[in-house]
């Protein structure tokens, strides 16, 4: 392994064990918990199909529309220790702003290759991870993806996270305060196209108790 690779595949190693400035250092005592966001109408509507933590890669077939993303980031609690095997569900749009759902083109995202939705559990270390594409904008909405993480003895949580630079809302729907911020990601460039992705972006999430 050539030390350009392998620089790359420890950068990538090691960003999900790095806490996001949103949150603060994980030496803080008391980190808020994560802002909600609207679920939308595209829940999916059955989890069915090739369902883990890779959106692009379905049936052993790759989805090459878009640019890929490798989505990453630990579960907290407000102590900032790791929450183990909590249920983490992500969805979003294609390459062609479309949801995979009854309600928007039925199945339209799979049958182009993209699986739509994914749902990963939790490390030891909180941990979780995606691959994915980053999503395009639509009917005035900025870029987003949605989250959903459940976790026995935490509030359930449902929040979107949206991309730096693009989070400005041109519409009514979905808006909320100023704590979009807060669910606000930079993306890095990936140089190493072993990784298997072009993009990535570290979310961390902190939960409730319940």
């Known amino acids: 392994m050539n030390r350009v690779r392998r620089d790359t595949l420890l950068g990538v190693a090691t960003l999900a064990s790095l806490p996001l400035s949103n949150h603060g250092s994980a030496k803080t005592s008391a980190l808020a918990p994560t802002p909600a966001d609207s679920e939308g109408p595209f829940y999916p509507a059955a989890w069915t199909g090739d369902v883990d933590g890779d959106l692009i890669v379905v049936n052993g077939k790759r989805y090459d529309a878009g640019v890929s993303l490798l989505l990453l980031g630990r579960i907290l ?5 790791p929450i183990i095997d909590a249920n983490v569900e992500i969805w979003q749009v294609d390459a062609t702003g479309v949801y995979r759902h009854p309600r928007d083109d ?20 909180g941990g979780y991870r995606f691959r994915t594409i980053k999503p395009v904008n639509y009917g005035g909405r900025p870029a987003h993806v949605h989250f959903k993480v459940e976790a026995k003895g935490y509030r359930t949580l449902t929040t979107q996270m949206y991309f730096a630079g693009e989070n400005q809302e041109r519409s009514n729907w979905g808006s909320f305060s100023q704590e ?10 990936l140089r190493d196209p072993s990784v298997g992705a072009q993009l990535s972006a570290n979310f961390e999430i902190v939960l409730a108790k319940t």
């Open 106 to 125: 039925g199945d339209g995202p799979l049958k182009r290759g993209f699986q739509g939705f994914g749902r990963t559990a939790s490390d030891t270390k």
């Open 77 to 81: 609690d407000v102590r900032a220790a």
């Open 180 to 189: 979009r911020d807060r669910l606000t990601v930079k993306t890095e460039s």
